[in-house]
T-cell receptor
Framework: GDSVTQMEGPVTLSEEAFLTINCTYT??????LFWYVQYPGEGLQLLLK?????DKGSNKGFEATYRKETTSFHLEKGSVQVSDSAVYFC????????????FGAGTTVTVRA | KAGVTQTPRYLIKTRGQQVTLSCSPI?????VSWYQQTPGQGLQFLFE???????NKGNFPGRFSGRQFSNSRSEMNVSTLELGDSALYLC??????????FGPGTRLTVT
């Protein structure tokens, strides 16, 4: 079945550092890929998405490229801020499974001033 | 547009009781999905409703059930609560099914 594996946390960075969170997936069909972010005490917010190979999703300085050859969707940001401290989830959905989201375990990111 | 709303936000129940959680999707969205989030198991899919029909179901016992009304609002019910049902229950709505938007969640504590 579909599954997502993402980098174990926690990750602690200084402000303005480069952030990368690795995500790889296994899927039987042609999935769409997502990154969600969860701030303390809140639900999930859709950060970015990509629906086909080589698509690049981007939002708020974050980017991720759908790499079919390596089955990866790594999240990157060039210069993080304290406000980026959150838990980040990689996820996939597939029309074969009626778009049920399968999530990675989540990566906790803490950015220090 | 208003986002996904969930009520109540917090709930404390006793083992053996039952609970009903409510979700109002984004206006125009006909698909509503439910997820359970726990520290140990992470985010797990419960079920999805589309136009009042359950279209997909995760691997949860029959104590977990749901329904969707004609206005797309959805409710989730858990009967005979167990301590392990303590979790954040998240509802997500979608217009197409592919892009899901989440509500703030209902934090259920079972004592």
């Amino acid at each position: 079945g579909d599954s997502v594996t993402q980098m174990e946390g926690p990750v602690t960075l200084s402000e303005e550092a480069f952030l990368t969170i690795n995500c790889t997936y296994t899927a039987t069909g042609y999935p769409s890929l997502f990154w969600y972010v969860q701030y303390p005490g809140e639900g999930l917010q859709l950060l970015l998405k990509a629906t086909k190979a080589d698509d690049k999703g981007s939002n708020k300085g974050f980017e991720a490229t759908y790499r079919k050859e390596t089955t990866s969707f790594h999240l990157e940001k060039g210069s993080v801020q304290v406000s980026d401290s959150a838990v980040y989830f990689c996820a996939l959905s597939d029309r074969v499974n009626d778009y049920k989201l399968s999530f990675g375990a989540g990566t906790t990111v803490t950015v220090r001033a | 547009k208003a986002g996904v709303t969930q009520t109540p936000r917090y709930l404390i129940k006793t083992r053996g009781q039952q609970v009903t959680l409510s979700c109002s999707p984004i206006s125009g969205h006909r698909s509503v999905s439910w997820y359970q989030q726990t520290p140990g198991q992470g985010l797990q899919f419960l079920f999805e409703y589309f136009s009042e029909t359950q279209r997909n179901k995760g691997n949860f016992p029959g104590r977990f059930s749901g329904r969707q009304f004609s206005n797309s609002r959805s409710e989730m019910n858990v009967s005979t609560l167990e301590l392990g049902d303590s979790a954040l229950y998240l509802c997500a709505s979608s217009a197409t099914g592919n892009e899901q938007y989440f509500g703030p969640g209902t934090r259920l504590t079972v004592t």
